[in-house]
């Protein structure tokens, strides 16, 4: 079965800073990846996505992430990074057996310290 | 209007009380779905549907009902609630292959004592 793997519950990096969230898929196709954020009471927030075509992608709030098929990775990178991305982070992939569901990682919460 | 609304934003209820979660969404899509959200544990899928006539158990289903009354609205039953079944549920709408993404409710924050 496909699953998505998250490491590290808990990150941690200074205002400014460099920002990686790693993320790993296991699936015998590649699937399509999301990042999803979700700020402190609200919902999940779309920040990218790859389906197709470019491996680099961009999103919002200057995220970016990287398909690497020969890894089964897509990490989720910011050069610098600002007190407003304190948040939980989801990795997610959609299983292309018959359901086409979408399934998470356990998340990533970031802290960003002043 | 957001494109999916769950109602009740919060509640707090009683070991053995029949509850109901409602969401319904204006992106007219078919599929629709309800996850359940724990520390920890990501998100993990309770049911989906792909129409109203088609419904599907996902990994967590036992202890949960759903019920879809029209293409816009599925709703999700806990019909006898139990503490652990405490957690921030949350409803999604997808076109058929998820290629866009999943768009997400705002969530109901269940509590059940």
């Known amino acids: 079965a496909q699953s998505v793997t998250q490491l590290g519950s808990h990150v941690s990096v200074s205002e400014g800073a460099l920002v990686l969230l790693r993320c790993n898929y296991s699936?015998?196709?590649?699937?399509?990846l999301f990042w999803y954020v979700q700020y402190p009471n609200q919902g999940l927030q779309l920040l990218l996505k790859?389906?197709?075509?470019?491996?680099l992608v961009k999103g919002i709030n200057g995220f970016e992430a990287e398909f690497k098929k020969s890894e089964t990775s897509f990490h989720l990178t910011k050069p610098s990074a600002h007190m407003s991305d304190a948040a939980e982070y989801f990795c997610?992939?959609?299983?292309?057996?018959?359901?086409?569901?979408?399934?998470f990682g356990s998340g990533t919460r970031l802290l960003v310290r002043p | 209007d957001a494109d999916v609304t769950q109602t009740p934003r919060n509640r707090i209820t009683k070991t053995g009380k029949r509850i109901m979660l409602e969401c319904s969404q204006t992106?007219?899509?078919?599929?629709m779905y309800w996850y359940r959200q724990d520390p920890g544990l990501g998100l993990r899928l309770i049911y989906y549907?792909?129409?109203?006539?088609?419904?599907n158990k996902g990994e967590i289903s036992d202890g949960y009902s759903v019920s879809r009354q029209a293409q816009a609205k599925f709703s999700l039953s806990l019909e006898s609630a139990i503490p652990n079944q405490t957690a921030l549920y949350f409803c999604?709408?997808?076109?058929?292959?998820?290629?866009?993404?999943?768009?997400f409710g705002s969530g109901t924050r269940l509590t059940v004592v």
């Open positions: 790859y389906t197709t075509g470019a491996t």
């Open positions: 549907s792909f129409d109203v006539k088609d419904i």
């Open positions: 997610a992939a959609i299983s292309f057996d018959s359901s086409y569901k979408l399934i």
């Open positions: 992106k007219g899509h078919d599929r």
């Open positions: 999604a709408t997808s076109d058929p292959q998820g290629a866009k993404g999943y768009t």
């Open positions: 699936s015998s196709v590649p699937p399509y």
